[in-house]
């Protein structure tokens, strides 16, 4: 993930320079030389290629998926309109895999589907809010905003709310717990209130209202103490049911 962030930094500074935010970042602003980037980028190569074979072939080769899916992005994939939006969702879904091989863990095909919606969920709704951002179209501080539009950027978030919420309800059914139902109504909010966020204030990047906005950083907070007692304490939880 550090290889494909430092190459997608380095390959967007121009556009990120025209970026309210995103030209703090230490590559754009200056802080860092290109060619320490680099350095920095065949450090973290070698290491998680080295550590991924150690772990197995399998984590090896969603490992190298991972980092050719990250280099199609960064060279062309992020220019095409929702091709870009699904290339980082498919990104998530490779990390949770991954995760999986390297815990010996089966991951439930709901989790990735999950993991897949709510991911183009975030991501469309960082383009809405880049786009409600974009002033200049002489200008973009990202290119594929000049084809994507208000209107349709509500409709597809509508839609991957709206399925990121089915296919979450059934995965906590299908971990046949009723305590996990509890997480439920928390992640159905989580939801609005990001909706909410992304078409009302654009004063900052949605995503890190993960951590700045109270009320969806609670839901977020008693989800996930939900989701500990239900791995961690299936002992007390069972007597609960």
């Not at 754009?28 to 060619?35: A, E, H, Q, Y």
């Not at 809010?129 to 200008?139: N, Y």
């Not at 990202?142 to 950027?153: A, D, G, H, I, S």
Request: overall charge neutral; aromatic content about 12%.
């Amino acid at each position: 993930s550090s290889t494909a962030y430092i190459i997608n930094d380095v390959t967007d500074i121009e556009h990120d320079r025209l970026h309210p935010q995103k030209r703090q970042r230490p590559l754009s602003s200056g802080r860092i030389k290109i060619f320490t980037a680099a350095v920095l980028c065949i450090i973290t190569l070698a290491l998680s290629l080295a550590a991924s074979y150690k772990i197995g072939l399998e984590f090896l080769m969603i490992t190298i998926a991972y980092l050719a899916l990250s280099l199609a992005y960064s060279f062309y994939l992020q220019r095409i309109e929702i091709i870009d939006v699904f290339c980082i969702a498919a990104g998530f879904v490779l990390r949770i895999e991954a995760g999986g091989i390297a815990s010996g863990i089966e991951v439930s095909n709901w989790l990735l589907l999950t993991t897949f919606l709510l991911s183009l969920l975030l991501a469309f709704g960082k383009r809405r809010h880049e786009l409600a951002l974009h002033h200049d179209p002489e200008k973009p501080f990202r290119e594929v905003l000049q084809r994507y539009n208000t209107n349709f950027l509500d409709t597809t978030l509508s839609i991957f709310a709206t399925t990121a919420i089915v296919t979450y309800a059934i995965y906590t059914v299908e971990i046949e717990s009723r305590i996990f139902l509890l997480t439920v109504p928390f992640a159905i909010f989580g939801v609005l209130r990001y909706m909410y966020l992304v078409q009302t204030d654009t004063r900052g990047d949605p995503t890190e209202s993960l951590f700045k906005d109270m009320p969806l950083l609670l839901s977020v907070v008693i989800w996930f103490l939900i989701t500990t007692a239900v791995i961690y304490f299936k002992d007390i939880t069972s007597l609960v049911e």
